[in-house]
């Protein structure tokens, strides 16, 4: 019994071992996703021809709608999150192959939502085991190292597939590399990533706060703080997928050759990444509200700015504010959640949270390429920064300074 208790015991010091490998097993989760960053576009104007944004995009759609999986939290809780990591990664292992041999463009648009939904499992069971494991005291920190070990890996894994692009071609390397990824991340957990539902029910002993009466209608639209969160988790990701597919292509407008695509597109989730090693700490002892308006202010003004830059510098720095801004709030959106909900319900209300944050992929990629179609690049760009910056307004008046259940 004295041991069993033991292997319960709640904190980042206590479980660093299990922490650090799920850390390693989500940089290969958002590796999956660089391998895409900077090459997709490219690939589907050179291979299949596609010009129009609309068409162009459909594949972050796709991606979108796979990973906003709202009953991932329900599957957590019950078929374990191990199995779901595990399943999630037995998605991934035929993507890299799919999109290498794509036969025509809805092949692609196919095998996204097949990484979509292999995402939602893998990532969303990375976050909330972390939580599991470290209980309330530095949930931000967990946050903060997973979300950084993730994205810094997006962006590293963007910069391998731009360069391998600019000097072998748009095939077959960079998809060899995804391969390599899913086999490593599958092998890792399964061979190491150890389930930690009986640390729920460690925290649930400790733990009175109240239960919510509809986890995702509270979640969603009534409570003033989960709603405030979810609508900014949704326009952060909004910004993302437009940022994700129409960069790259206003880029080469711009006659950068592939490497350097490969590094503009890095430069702003390795700093979401990297920064998240220290925003997450933040969020531990700072307001959270303070820190979600002000990131999704800096990423309204960054992405404001964009239209008619074109100096390689000024893009790089725009990059930079614009991964700091995602930085700030994305440990905080996790961290609010989870505070705001009782134990029994965090998986189910940050799986809602991921719902709406992860369609945001879809919307954004959707409503970016219609109206690149119909108005030009340029007023999509204005379009995303004014939703993004009535997101900051919207946490400045509705989220209240203080979370409570």
Request: glycine share 10%; aromatic share 12%; net charge positive.
């Amino acid at each position: 019994m004295a041991q069993a208790a033991k292997q319960v015991q709640l904190g980042l010091q206590e479980n660093w071992k299990q922490f650090t490998i799920l850390v390693i097993v989500n940089a290969f989760v958002g590796g999956m996703i660089g391998m895409e960053r900077s090459i997709l576009p490219q690939f589907a104007e050179e291979v299949f021809g596609l010009a129009s944004k609309t068409a162009l995009l459909s594949f972050i759609t796709a991606f979108g709608l796979g990973k906003a999986l709202y009953f991932t939290g329900r599957l957590a809780n019950r078929f374990g999150r191990r199995n779901l990591l595990v399943f999630g990664w037995m998605l991934a292992l035929p993507v890299p192959l799919m999109l290498l041999y794509a036969p025509h463009w809805n092949w692609v648009i196919a095998t996204n939502v097949l990484l979509g939904i292999s995402q939602g499992f893998t990532w969303s069971s990375t976050v909330v085991m972390k939580i599991d494991l470290v209980g309330e005291k530095n949930r931000g920190l967990a946050m903060g190292l997973n979300e950084f070990a993730g994205y810094f890996a997006v962006g590293l894994v963007a910069f391998l597939t731009g360069y391998l692009a600019n000097r072998y071609g748009i095939t077959p390397y960079p998809f060899y590399l995804g391969m390599g990824i899913a086999v490593v991340g599958l092998g890792l957990s399964w061979f190491w990533v150890q389930d930690t539902r009986a640390f729920v029910q460690q925290e649930s002993v400790i733990d009175n706060s109240p239960q919510l009466k509809n986890v995702f209608l509270e979640t969603s639209f009534k409570n003033k703080t989960l709603s405030s969160v979810t609508q900014a988790g949704l326009v952060n990701n909004l910004n993302d997928g437009m940022i994700w597919g129409l960069l790259p292509i206003v880029l080469i407008s711009l006659h950068y050759n592939n490497q350097q695509i490969g590094l503009l597109t890095a430069i702003y989730p390795a700093v979401w990444g990297i920064g998240q090693l220290f925003t997450g700490k933040m969020a531990d002892h700072y307001s959270k509200k303070a820190m979600l308006f002000w990131g999704m202010l800096l990423q309204g003004l960054a992405i404001l700015w964009l239209p008619g830059s074109s100096n390689f510098y000024v893009l790089a720095g725009l990059s930079a504010v614009l991964g700091l801004g995602t930085a700030l709030v994305y440990p905080t959106f996790l961290t609010s959640i989870a505070q705001a909900t009782s134990p029994q319900q965090r998986a189910e209300s940050i799986g809602t949270f991921r719902l709406w944050r992860d369609l945001g992929y879809a919307i954004g990629a959707l409503l970016s390429g219609l109206l690149a179609d119909a108005f030009g690049v340029d007023v999509a760009i204005y379009f995303i920064a004014g939703l993004t910056l009535l997101s900051a307004g919207i946490i400045q008046v509705r989220m209240p300074a203080s979370i409570k259940l």
